[in-house]
Structure formats: structure tokens, C-alpha cells
């Protein structure tokens, strides 16, 4: 019987190899492309709001198949890419955080003169035919996609939208984390087990408390993957694990200090630092104004039809030029970057079909097996890729060969940027302007 590993090298091989010959097909009408698309002073815009990574690769896509008569209009807050997959462990482990934020400049070097232009500000809302930002532009638009993600409070994600700001909060975060002794890490998803387990590994005298609402750790995961991950925490880092607990956070935000929490069973407990980590809140109030029946009562997401086209629940047959992908859409795949990745070329063609006249008709279908697979770490080395597929299935493989910065400079080749730059306590900063690519 194939072992863990060939199954997942195998399901690996069975999507990228057809997928590395797409892509090859690509690069080569994208080099055509750019020899055909003119610049004309009529285009209209196609507009992406987030620059995170399901924004990114549709933008990426845009000006490499955009007709002439068309560009794109790239919109997003911060001034780099927060490479969020690194953030749990920048927030522990001093002198990297500055790796975690990515030169957006790289990523369409290719790409016509022209066809391109990155406005650095907020999307605050959204007409039938323009996008309104803070700073009081006004952004004409004749399709538009909304990949703005959800919001986390620190050490999930940063509030600041510059480089430099972003790295003094990582900075605060883990001056905090190394001054507390006692330090109990509310929520057990992916964040939460990586802050704990890191915080364990990297400072093994401090006592580390781990507390989960539900009976099982990864709660959106499989059973191996629960009870590999509980016993790596209690046996090998000797994190205490509290389960079935939801004690009601500190106030003053999800990072507070000489706090208490009440547990269950009436007793209470003094923490030097209690650290928050639960829950998502998707942007998707910036639709709110213009089809309110679009975000769910439930979730917050952005309801979206089989072609991720938005679905404006109270007016059926109502159909807008307006796509959503990634975490802020209620689209039935996982809420990972690889799934607003793959999300990202459906929203790709439907664009196109619409701009030539034809009916939207490509639609979602999630590959639950690799868009939801994770790789977890469980301290400085440990580790565990796992995947599972829609009937339950899956497969688990751990290992012990990690990077303490989780090979970050994967991350800066793969969006074009020179990861030199990283190392460069003082490194210019790129891409805060509003800039044609």
C-alpha cells in the first residue's frame, strides 16, 4: 500500500504537471500580448481591490491577456505584500520580521507600459460604476473583483499599511512575548498552534497555556491531524492544552497583558500576556452600500454564484459587472490562499467573456484536497503537511527538517521581488506610490 508520502507526491504531480504545461502555454500569449496591447486614452478599467495573494495573481493575469481597450486598476492598502504564513513565527523570533513584507514591484515587470496602475489607498465603497476611496478618488471601473481578504488583529496580521510600521508592531509583539512568563494563546487553529508552539520552542522556561472552544484541536481538519497535533504540543513541547474552554477575552484588543481569565468550572487564572487568536472578520463592508443582500447574515462573506460573479440575494435575476474571490466570498471552497489563487482564473475568464460579449459560464469547483491542505509547524523544526480529500480521506506527513525562517526567500523569488533587499536594515522602500506598471 502507497505510503502518505508517494500519495501526496503523486496527487502533487497529477495537478502541476498539467498545470506546468498551462503555464508554459501562458507565457508564451503573454509575450505575445505584450507585443499587441496599445495603450489608448479611452480604456476603461478593470479593477481588482486587495493585493494579497488571490489579488495578486489575477492583477498578474490581467495584464498579460487584457485587450486593447482595457486595463487594470490594482487598489490596495498596504504598501507590500504581508506574507502572512510567516507572521506567527516573526512574531516570536526577533531580527526577521522586516522578510515578511514583500515589494509588490516585481510581481507584472513584464507587463505592457500602460496596462497597469497600483493605486496605494482603502476602497470605502463601491457605486454602480466607481470605486470610492479615502483619500477622495474616485476610480471609474467597467468590471470589478473584490479579493480584500479578511482582517486579524496582531500577531495574525499588522494594522499598519507601511513596511516600516509594520515591522515595529512584529517588533512590539515579540519584545512582549519575551518579557511574559506565563502566557496563555486563546484559539486552536493553524495561528494559534504555531504562536504556541513557537513560543515554547524558542523559550522553553515559559510556562505556555494553549485554550480551544471545541473538543479538538484544527477543528477544520481531519482526526489524525487533531491528535498528532495535541500530542506533539502536550508530549513534546509540554504546552498545557485546555479544551472545550471559552473564556471571555481581556478587553484593550487581542494582545493584553497582566490579564484573567474564567474558565468553565469558576476558577480563574493570572496571565502575564494573553494572546487572542480566533476568528476572522472578512472586508466585505465596503459592498454594504451598493448591494447590501450580497453579504451573508451569517458569515459576512460576500455571497457569490457558481462563477463567483456576486449574488445579490434579494434581486435574483440582477447580475453586476462584480467578481469575489478569496477569504471575503462565500464561494464553498476552504478560505486558504491556494484556493483565492486557483479562484483567481475563474474569475480570469469570465472577465474576458464578458468584456467579448459573451455569458459568464466558467465556474468553481473546489479541489478540496489541495487547496485545503496545510503545512503546520509545531515549533523551530517540526512540522507537518496534511490534506484531505472530500470523502474523508487523507494523508499525514510529518518531518523535522523545517527553516527557521520557513524559507522566506521562496516567497520573495515567487513575487519577482530580490530578497536581498530583505537583509538591508534600511532597504528602499518600493511600490507606496500611485504607479503605472
Known amino acids: 500500500m502507497p505510503s502518505d508520502q508517494t500519495k501526496l507526491i503523486g496527487k502533487a504531480l497529477g495537478f502541476f504537471l498539467p498545470y506546468l504545461g498551462r503555464a508554459t502555454v ?24 486587495g493585493g494579497s495573494f488571490a ?40 531580527g526577521h520580521e522586516h522578510m515578511a513584507f514583500i515589494p509588490y514591484d516585481g510581481i507584472v515587470r513584464a507587463a505592457p507600459d500602460g496596462i497597469l496602475t497600483r493605486v496605494h489607498d482603502t476602497a470605502v465603497g463601491i457605486t454602480e460604476n466607481q470605486v470610492l476611496l479615502a483619500l477622495g ?25 507601511e513596511r516600516e510600521d509594520g515591522c515595529q508592531e512584529l517588533q512590539g509583539v515579540q519584545e512582549v512575548i519575551k518579557a511574559s512568563e506565563k502566557i496563555a494563546v486563546v484559539g486552536g487553529g493553524a495561528v494559534g498552534v504555531e504562536l504556541a508552539s513557537d513560543i515554547k520552542d524558542f523559550y522553553p522556561g515559559k510556562d505556555v497555556t494553549l485554550i480551544h472552544s471545541r473538543g479538538q484541536l484544527m477543528s477544520h481538519f481531519g482526526k489524525r491531524l487533531q491528535d498528532y497535533t495535541l500530542s506533539a504540543l502536550r508530549e513534546e513541547l509540554k504546552i498545557r492544552v485546555m479544551l472545550n474552554e471559552r473564556p471571555k477575552l481581556p478587553g484593550g484588543g487581542s494582545m493584553a497583558r497582566s490579564a ?14 494573553v494572546i487572542g487568536c480566533t476568528g476572522q472578520q472578512p472586508n466585505s463592508a465596503v459592498l454594504a ?3 447590501p443582500s450580497a453579504i451573508s447574515k451569517e458569515t459576512s462573506r460576500i455571497l457569490v454564484q457558481p462563477t463567483l460573479q456576486v449574488l445579490a440575494k ?10 469575489a ?4 466570498a462565500e464561494h464553498g471552497g476552504p478560505h486558504m490562499a491556494r484556493a483565492g489563487w486557483l479562484q483567481s482564473e475563474v474569475v480570469l475568464d469570465n472577465i474576458l467573456a464578458m468584456i467579448h460579449g459573451q455569458t459568464p459560464s466558467r465556474t468553481y469547483t473546489p479541489n478540496v484536497f489541495l487547496e485545503g491542505a496545510i503545512k503546520l509547524t509545531l515549533g523551530k523544526k517540526h512540522n507537518v503537511v496534511y490534506a484531505m480529500e472530500a470523502d474523508g480521506s487523507d494523508v499525514m506527513v510529518p518531518s523535522r527538517d523545517g527553516r527557521l525562517d520557513l524559507g522566506i ?6 513575487f519577482g521581488a530580490d530578497f536581498k533587499q530583505a537583509n538591508a536594515p534600511d532597504a528602499e522602500r518600493q511600490g507606496e506610490s500611485v504607479s503605472g506598471a
Open 409 to 414: 526567500e521562496r516567497g520573495w523569488r515567487e
Open 325 to 328: 474571490f478569496g477569504d471575503v
Open 289 to 291: 452600500s451598493l448591494i
Open 314 to 323: 434579494d434581486e435574483p435575476d440582477r447580475n453586476p459587472p462584480i467578481f
Open 26 to 49: 501562458q507565457r508564451v500569449a503573454a509575450i505575445c500580448h505584450s507585443w499587441t496591447w496599445k495603450d489608448t486614452p479611452d480604456s476603461k478599467n478593470v479593477v481588482v481591490l
Open 260 to 273: 484573567t481569565l474564567v474558565f468553565s468550572d469558576g476558577h480563574e487564572e493570572q496571565f502575564d500576556l
Open 55 to 94: 489579488g495578486i495573481q489575477l492583477v498578474k493575469r490581467l495584464t498579460e491577456t487584457l485587450p486593447t481597450g482595457y486595463k487594470a486598476v490594482w487598489i490596495e492598502k498596504n504598501s507590500h505584500l504581508n506574507y502572512l504564513f510567516n507572521f506567527p513565527r516573526f512574531s516570536v523570533m526577533q
Open 137 to 161: 478618488q474616485k476610480i471609474d471601473y467597467a468590471y470589478l473583483a473584490i479579493a480584500t481578504g479578511s482582517s486579524q488583529p496582531l500577531p495574525v496580521n499588522v494594522a499598519a499599511t
